[in-house]
């Protein structure tokens, strides 16, 4: 199994082409002319065995980060862990300077548990461009700890405050705001003593409620 960026030459790309108009019910349609753009920028990545295409992704660059634009394996070597293998790959050609991937997926496709597999959170949701019905895509981040840029060393940096993680209960009442035992942590002297975070764990808990207000 090789993984490989193609350009606007490869032998792979019409293959790609193939691919994508097969899945193009999920992953969304793209004229042909689409890809060998992408190809030609270098921004299709293949996964090949011998003389046949397994997959491929479809990424941009978007200042720090990378936007997945498809994601497309051939049914017949799915379960084989490719997915995991072409966003490590991206992630390790990019670590100094790539702080994380992002996505968007349709929310009823339900693929949440794959997609936390892979390491990303949901954190934030919009409309999509489907015009027959109303959909929601799910946008997805997953973190690329290997980044060492400005803002990740200022975060890091050593500090006298208490680092507290908050549960999935405790960010839902502050959201909420009618718990006063929650709404103690808003008081203002405590940001003198303690910088409150949460987990990716919590968000994707949180997106697991099919409420849209919630």
């Keep these: 199994m090789e993984i490989q960026i193609i350009n606007h030459k490869s032998k792979w790309l019409s293959a790609v082409q193939n691919l994508g108009d097969t899945a193009s019910v999920t992953v969304g349609f793209l004229p042909r ?23 491929y992704t479809m990424f941009r660059f978007k200042k720090n980060s990378i936007v997945i634009v498809h994601l497309c394996v051939d049914p017949r070597f799915r379960r084989r862990g490719i997915p995991s293998r072409m ?37 934030a949701e919009k409309a999509g461009r489907a015009t ?15 980044c060492k840029d400005l803002f990740v060393a200022l975060e890091s940096a050593n500090t006298d405050k208490a680092l507290v993680v908050l549960d999935t ?26 910088e409150f975070r949460i987990s990716r764990y919590v968000v994707n808990e949180i997106n697991q409620n099919n409420d849209p207000t919630v």
């Design 87 to 123: 966003l490590d790959w991206l992630l390790e050609q990019n670590k100094d300077y790539i702080s994380h991937i992002q996505l968007a997926c349709r929310r009823d496709y339900h693929l949440e548990q794959f997609w936390q597999k892979l390491g990303f959170s949901a954190v």
């Design 132 to 146: 027959n019905d109303r959909t929601i895509l799910t946008i997805w981040v997953r973190e690329n700890p290997e």
């Design 33 to 55: 002319e689409a890809y060998s753009d992408y190809a030609r920028k270098g921004h299709i990545l293949v996964v090949v065995e011998g003389e046949q295409l397994l997959a």
């Design 169 to 194: 209960n405790i960010v839902i009442d502050l959201c909420d705001g009618d718990s006063n035992e929650s709404n103690y942590l808003l008081q203002s002297y405590l940001g003198s003593y303690a």
